[in-house]
């Protein structure tokens, strides 16, 4: 049985590789290199701290027969800011001086930064599920919409979303990449 939880800072290792396999090719753009080694111990560095954008704070697990199988990782849009900064801080001192991401989201809306589940479970209604779990706990509970981004090209993402009731708002840029603008609005 599948079950849905907030994340503990013991989830972190589990967490990150999920985050990092969902972001793709974005990390390395952050790091302005393509070196799978380092993507993978930037998001291992910042899933195991507090108070960032990728925190094991700001994340939710789904969890089978004892193993986290997918991850979430979400927050308030106005927050947006506030949570990048000590990143985007670590970033410029480290790897990429010039380093200005877009924002993303903003005020108004729970952003869904990143969702991935475990590549040997998907097709099993586990992301459905997720989403599901993730829409009952945001949406219906705060009546704020629930927002995310996808690229065009994800046709499976792009169809379970809008399966789900998730709704087109347009598109925004990420690290020079147009993204599409999906919204589930509140009831």
């Known amino acids: 049985m599948i079950t849905f939880r907030k994340a503990t800072a013991a989830d972190a290792t589990s967490i990150a590789p999920m985050l990092l396999s969902a972001m ?12 799978p080694a380092a993507a993978m111990g930037f998001m291992q560095y910042w899933c195991a701290r507090e108070a960032n954008q990728y925190s094991w704070q700001n994340c939710f697990v789904a969890e089978w027969e004892g193993r986290v199988v997918a991850a979430a990782n979400l927050y308030d849009g106005a927050l947006v800011r506030s949570l990048r900064q000590p990143v985007v801080e670590w970033v410029r001192a480290h790897h990429n001086p010039g380093f200005a991401p877009e924002d993303e989201t903003g005020p108004g809306e729970i952003y869904l930064d990143t969702i991935a589940i475990d590549p040997e479970l998907r097709g099993r209604g586990i992301g459905a599920g997720f989403l ?21 090209g994800n046709l499976p993402a792009r169809k379970l979303y809008l399966r789900m009731g998730f709704q087109r708002q347009g598109t925004k840029t990420l690290m020079g990449k147009e993204l599409e603008h999906l919204v589930y609005l509140p009831a």
Request: hydrophobic share 50%.
């Open 24 to 35: 793709d090719t974005i990390v390395y753009r952050f790091l302005n290199r393509e070196d």
């Open 132 to 152: 599901q779990f993730l829409i009952h706990h945001f949406v219906m509970a705060t009546a704020m919409p629930l927002g995310l981004l996808v690229e065009p």
